[in-house]
């Protein structure tokens, strides 16, 4: 009886957390980049339905993510040869994120365990799917942390704690902002919430990035008409610098 008492205490006590379900929205569901583009900013929002009454402890937290698209990259060391920096070494990520962008109601030791980052996948490193190096090469993981460096110098990748504005612990919103160097295609948007550091829910929603008018244009036609495209931007520099030269000659006679 006593473990039979102890079982439902504990089915009780989890009841609350699974009562809570997020629901969310975007701003817009498409991004498009234009030959003017400079970056695009996309806010989340949504609320917590509850069945129950809200919890004081432990607090909610939200965590919103944005993801995609994902790609393989082959990263290299660089080793001075002779004088001259060369491509020495290189690791093969099969999944990496061209973008992603972490915002946090909270410091993110507050948000979620290391445990439930592992599960979740998360956290920068965590969205990293998989890495595959050579038997000589002893330390694939500074290779990793290679690429996050690099795409977080370039505002590829980049976590922003206490950004994500809860109030009385049902209404959210986060801004995310993308810069203007994104790469078309699907991305993944993810709202989760969590209490005591554990995801009691999850709900994830698509944003496509596509380029659009004379972007588009351009892309299709370095696609599936190379030869046209190199000609016509061989013109185009042609006609570009006899502009320029003309414009010199008659700012000399004048």
Do not use: C
Request: charged share 20%; no cysteine; net charge negative.
């Amino acid at each position: 009886m006593r473990g039979l008492a102890l079982i439902l205490a504990l089915l009780l006590a989890a009841l609350p957390l699974r009562a809570e379900e997020v629901v969310m929205g975007l701003s817009r569901n498409t991004v498009a980049i234009t030959a003017d583009f400079d970056g695009s900013e996309v806010l989340i929002f949504g609320a917590v339905k509850r069945e129950v009454p809200i919890l004081p402890e432990p607090p909610l937290q939200v965590i919103v993510t944005v993801e995609g698209p994902l790609e393989p990259v082959t990263v290299w060391r660089k080793a001075r040869r002779m004088g001259i920096w060369v491509n020495s070494e290189a690791v093969e990520v099969d999944s990496a994120p061209g973008f992603y962008a972490v915002a946090t109601s909270a410091p993110w030791s507050d948000v979620i365990s290391a445990v439930e980052d592992l599960r979740h996948e998360v956290s920068i490193p965590r969205a990293i799917r998989s890495v595959g190096a050579p038997m000589e090469i002893m330390d694939s993981q500074s290779f990793t942390e290679a690429l996050i460096r690099i795409r977080e110098a370039e505002g590829l990748y980049r976590v922003e704690e206490n950004s994500v504005e809860l109030r009385d612990s049902t209404l959210f919103d986060a801004a995310i902002t993308m810069p203007a160097n994104i790469s078309e295609g699907r991305y993944v948007t993810r709202v989760l919430l969590t209490r005591g550091g554990v995801v009691v829910s999850e709900h994830s929603s698509e944003l496509m990035v596509s380029k659009v008018g004379l972007e588009r244009w351009l892309f299709n036609l370095s696609r599936n008409m190379p030869l046209v495209y190199g000609l016509l931007s061989l013109a185009i520099a042609a006609f570009a610098g006899w502009g320029a030269s003309a414009a010199f000659r008659a700012m000399r006679s004048g």
